[in-house]
Antibody, heavy 121, light 111 residues
């Protein structure tokens, strides 16, 4: 079955960096755009970044542009999120999600189980 | 880009129908037919319930339906069941620099 599994979360000090990974299985990874979406504790969902199936196009939310970098390795069926200059407000559960629409319309399906990032000194 | 506006909570009795609204602008909900809805149970990842305004993925109950009028999208749950108790979020593609925006979320309670 289609599955996404995130890893790499943890506790990190403000200003430091962290890399999240999302391992995919059960579908042709190289055919789909992929997203990162985050959810701060007790809060709503916030879109973070998207990468096209061929890694050519990458887009970011205003809140992370210039600090976060999305990438993928289609040979390893893995999506990444490199986070730098982390702030307390970046603390959240980070989900990866496949965009199941041809138009990359933001049809997030499925989602991984999430990985928790806590930015704290 | 501000979040789309949803009511904080909606409740109903088993068997009733409820509707959750999602209000945006002509730059997002009103400008594109790329509105989707997600169900999130406590401690779980969101699950796609409706996409492209009114399309339902395979496996999602036909008790869930979506529609749009102007800048407001709606999710209707008919024949409300205890298992429908969860948080629901809308999302939309947007012409702003942040390409996708979520709603503020609605907690559905089955009385």
């Amino acid at each position: 079955q289609v599955q996404l599994v995130e890893s790499g979360g943890g506790v990190v000090q403000p200003g430091r960096s962290l890399r999240l990974s999302c391992a995919a299985s059960g579908f042709t990874f190289s055919s789909y755009a992929l997203h990162w979406v985050r959810q701060a504790p007790g809060k709503g969902l916030e879109w973070v970044a998207v990468i096209s199936y061929d890694e050519i196009n990458k887009y970011y939310a205003d809140s992370v542009r210039g600090r976060f970098t999305i990438s993928r390795d289609n040979s390893k069926n893995t999506l990444y999120l490199q986070m730098s200059s982390l702030r307390a407000e970046d603390s959240a559960v980070y989900y990866c999600a496949r965009d199941s629409s041809i138009a990359v319309a933001g049809t997030f399906d499925p989602w991984g189980q999430g990985t928790l990032v806590t930015v704290s000194s | 880009q501000s979040a789309l506006t949803q009511p904080a909570s909606v409740s109903g009795s088993p068997g009733q129908s409820i509707t959750i609204s999602c209000t945006g602008t002509s730059s997002d909900v009103g400008g594109y037919n790329y509105v989707s809805w997600y169900q999130q149970r406590p401690g779980k990842a969101p699950k796609l319930m409706i996409y492209d305004v009114g399309s339902r993925p395979s496996g999602v109950s036909n008790r869930f339906s979506g529609s749009k009028s102007g800048n407001t999208a709606s999710l209707t749950i008919s024949g409300l069941q205890a298992e429908d108790e969860a948080d629901y979020y809308c999302s939309s593609y947007t012409s702003s620099s942040t390409l996708y925006v979520f709603g503020t979320g609605t907690k559905v309670t089955v009385l």
